[in-house]
Structure formats: C-alpha cells, structure tokens
C-alpha cells in the first residue's frame, strides 16, 4: 500500500480502493489466499496501466466524434510529389519524402483513408427487391457477400411443416455478424430460387453455385433470442476431426483440435453439438464439437463393441487399478503465479522409468527451495537414522489408523513394516514456501489433485523398447525390480515397464499436465528444470475450481 500511495503515478480510486480494502480487511469474509491475490492485484503495474488507457478512451469519448480532414489525400500525396520532383536531386529532404510517397505501403495506407472518408466500401449490394406477395404477412429478406468464409450458418428440414428453416447460427460467423439471421427463420427463396419442397442438400448447391451477393427471403421465426456467448474454457482429452465424424450436422462447420487444446466454449444451447473456438484463435467464427454428452456416449459404445467383440488388446483391465474416468472435456481457467503460491511437482510413472534420479537431480540444483516429504514408517530406526528426517518412526497400530481415515496420500507393505507419505506433511512443506517434489504411486493422484495443493503433475514416459534397452545398459543401470541383487534390467522387466506406462497413460492421461520422455537422462532432466521454471513464472491452465 506504501508503495502505491508514494508513486504519483497510480491511479488515485484504486489507490483509494486498496486502502478501503487494509481497513476492512478483519470484517471481509475472505481468506489470507484471497485477499492477498487481490491486494496484489490493486497493486500491480499492469492493472494502472489499463486504468490509464480506459480512462484517457473515456475522456477522448467526452469531445466530438473524429472526422476526416480531408477525403482526397492520395490526390494530394501526387500533388506534393509534383511540387518536389525538381528539387528532389538537390534537397536531401525532398529526395527522402519523394522516395517515401511513392513506397507501396504508404500508398496502400492513403487509399485506404479516402476509402473510409468517402465511405467507398466494396462490395457494394444490390438494391433490395421491394415487390413481396401480398399473402405473405412478414417477410424479411436479407442479402449476404459471399466469400472464402462460410456463411456461419446451418439448416434442416422442419419435421412438422417440412419447410426449410435456420437450424443454427455460428457464433462470429458472417450470419450472425449480421445481425439479421434467426434460428427458426423459415427459407422461402436463395437468389430468386424458391425452395419450397426441396431438401436441405438442394439448398446448399444453389449456394455453391452462387456468386457475389446471396440474397434471402425469409419468414422471421416468433422468437429472436440474442447470441450470447459463454466463457468456459475447456481442456479435451481426446483428438476430433469433423471430416471424419458421420454424425456432424455440417462438415464445413466443425472444428477439428488435439487432446490438450484448450477450447472457448461459446455456446453449449445444443444437447449433442457445442459451438466453440480453439482459445487464442483470431478467426472469429466458432465452429461445432461434439459436446460433453455425446463423447461420453461415444466412448461407452465403443467399448461396448470392442467387449463385445472380444478386442481386448485395445481394453485395459481394472483388476487393481482404479476404474477409468470417462474423459472428454475439463472446464479450466487461468492460475497466475504470485508470492506465497507454490505448487508441487508431481512426477509419475511407471517403476524403473527413472522418477527417482530426475526427482534427486532436481532437488540438489537448490535443496533450500526443493524438498521431498520425509515419509513414514511402522518399523523401528536402524542405527543411525534419526526420527524426523530419515523417516517419522509410528507404531503400526497408529499407521493403520491414519491410513483408516484417509491421511496417507500413499502407503504400502515390505518385508511386514508399512511405509507412506501422509498429505500433512505435504502440506507443511508448501505452507512453508517449499517446493514441493513427489514422485508417488499414480493412484495417489486422485488424493493430491486438490484445489488446496493445486500440483504440477508431470508424465515421466519410457521411450520404445529398443531405445529404453540401449539407454538403460549404456548407462549401466540397475534394475529397481530386484533389491537384493544389484544387476541391470531383463528384456522382461523393460517389457514390464512399458506395459505398465500403458495402463497408467489409459486411465491417469487426462490428468497430466505435461509429458516428458526420459529417453537421455540429462535431456530429460533439462526438459524437467525448464518446466519448473514454467510453474513458478507462468500463467497456466488448471481445473475452474481452483481459481474460485
């Protein structure tokens, strides 16, 4: 606030506002997280900088609208271009603005402006037809410039009165730009041609062949609700390609993306089709997905079929893993980095893949940031160890009540002792400013995907086998699969380890943040360092409940 108050440059109502905000701080029903992101959001420099810019638009908004000087300015630029050709071989300056004058760019930039001025807009419609039959009580026609971009649009067959009508307007699309296309208005004619008794597919040829302007005569529909675009951001967890997709109102207007695109949601009216656009995009035309009911469907009845069918090479077994979610999209937002906010590092995947070097490499660049919970154990120290920081050392009736009530995030057996990384000491380590680094089974990760922890969980994937058993032996490596003989890996257990990232990618893929190949160690390790700067510097993409 001090800082703020001092610098002449702030904004004086936010200013005002932050210290409104200090002296209700005890009463506002909000808790440290929460009033600390806004109070550094009153503070920030980003923030007074858009308040200046708002403010000076307001206050030029204030004064009367800007008009052209002049609507002629390309005769004017050859009027000059007259005036100093003679002396543009002796005057340095004249020879400069001779040259400028004439470059493409500003001649393109002078063009433009008169084309404004005069309000010459290409291209230019048709007078509209003012004959309309008398025993038609409302019709509206409506005329449309054909281009490279689709119409925006989509129509069916009405199943009560067989006419053809609006099915859809595309969200940014020409139609709805418009302003002047319903969904429910009925098609009478297109370009002159009546399309009564003809299908949908008639319809769309008259339009391909059409040229120029598309003019339409239609019956308004009883209701012209407004579009109104939502703003859910969603994560897919699967890749489409509207090409491909037999069920797809209109191929033209679907919108292909990958599994991790994050997509603009702009309209979700449709049971079976949203409308929306890949986030960042600048076409403003949204374009149809199949929404999250649909995929569900989808997914269930592919299945289904392949069970059916007996394909099990396809089908992961639950046996001793968690049930599959059926992953289609996940509503996200922004989470912006900030003082105080540290999110763990969670490193999965299968055993042997080299979790454990990459999480040791990591925390010895910085071991005061990076830490790793010290875990728990019910067998009794060895000589040497010390309590609290090899292990905590708890009988085994303590650990099996903690593991009753859930406060292992992890835990299993060896040799008759039970060890586990309980989430308090997870916890501690984040509210103490750590870093926090795990690399825990993958069926901790329903336990630590919390809005309170908000982890950066982090796929450590094997390459293919020959390349997984080149590595492995040329760095001499030793099996993790045998702890009482030091020796390297069998074909099997590299087999093992790559049938295990299988599973673990088939039910836990969709909640990965970021994938990484641990093909070479120090390129892997790299990749790893590079991502952790990420988490703390960047703004990045999280599940909608965390932000809230």
Avoid at 469 to 479: H, L
Avoid at 526 to 533: G, T
């Amino acid at each position: 606030m001090t800082a703020v108050m001092a610098n002449g440059n702030w904004d004086p109502a936010l200013s005002r506002l932050l210290v409104s905000l200090e002296e209700a701080r005890q009463v506002l029903p909000s808790s440290e997280e929460e009033f600390g992101f806004l109070s550094g959001l009153l503070q920030s420099k980003e923030l007074h900088a858009l308040v200046k810019v708002h403010n000076k638009i307001i206050n030029n908004g204030k004064d009367e609208k800007f008009h052209p000087t002049v609507s002629n300015s390309m005769q004017i630029a050859l009027d000059v271009l007259d005036v100093i050709a003679p002396k543009a071989t002796s005057n340095e300056d004249c020879k400069n603005l001779f040259i400028l004058l004439q470059k493409p760019h500003i001649q393109g930039l002078l063009c433009a402006h008169d084309a404004v001025a005069q309000k010459d807009y290409f291209p230019r419609l048709p007078e509209i037809p003012l004959e309309v039959d008398e025993d038609e009580e409302t019709i509206k026609i409506v005329q449309l410039v054909k281009s490279s971009e689709p119409l925006g649009a989509t129509i069916k067959t009405d199943e009560q009165t067989g006419k053809i009508v609006i099915a859809r307007i595309m969200h940014g699309g020409a139609a709805d730009r418009s302003g002047l296309i319903h969904v429910g208005d009925e098609v009478c004619e297109v370009n002159g041609i009546n399309v009564e008794g003809k299908t949908p597919n008639d319809v769309l040829k008259i339009l391909q062949a059409s040229e120029g302007t598309i003019t339409f005569k239609l019956v308004p529909a009883d209701s012209k609700s407004g579009l109104r675009e939502s703003k859910v951001r969603v994560r897919a967890h699967f890749d489409y390609t509207s090409s491909t997709d037999p069920y797809i109102p209109c191929k033209e207007a679907g919108l292909d993306f990958k599994k991790g695109d994050i997509l603009h949601i702009v309209s979700q009216d449709d049971a079976y089709w949203w409308q929306a656009r890949r986030e960042g995009d600048r076409n403003m035309r949204a374009g149809l997905i199949p929404s999250r009911a649909l995929q569900e469907r989808r997914i269930i009845h592919e299945r289904t079929q392949k069970e059916k069918s007996g394909d099990e090479s396809k089908i992961m077994k639950n046996d001793d893993f968690d049930r599959e979610e059926i992953a289609t999209y996940e509503e996200v937002a922004k989470l912006y980095p900030r003082p105080g906010l540290q999110r763990p590092l969670v490193l999965i995947g299968p055993p042997g893949v080299g979790r454990n070097e990459l999480k040791r490499r990591l925390i010895a660049t910085d071991p005061d940031k990076y830490k790793t919970p010290i875990p728990y154990t019910s067998r009794p120290p060895k000589h040497g160890e010390v309590n609290g920081k090899d292990y905590f050392f708890v009988t085994r009736e303590k650990m099996e009540e903690d593991i009753e009530a859930s406060k292992f995030i992890e835990f299993g057996e060896y040799k008759g002792n039970l060890y586990g990384t309980s989430a308090e000491s997870v916890k501690s380590l984040v509210n103490a400013g750590y870093v926090c680094i795990l690399n825990p089974h993958y069926q901790a990760l329903k336990m630590l995907r919390t809005p309170q922890l908000k982890p950066y969980i982090i796929y450590i994937k094997p390459p293919t086998f020959d390349i997984l058993k080149e590595t492995r032996n040329a760095a001499y490596a030793r099996s993790t699969f045998d702890e009482t003989n030091s020796r390297g890996f069998t074909d099997e257990e590299f087999h093992e380890i790559l049938h295990s990232s299988e599973r673990i990618e088939f039910l836990y893929s969709h909640l990965f943040d970021e994938v990484i190949v641990n093909a070479d160690l120090s390129v892997a390790f790299e990749q790893l360092v590079r991502v952790a700067s990420k988490v703390e510097t960047e703004p990045l993409w999280v599940p909608a409940s965390w932000v809230q």
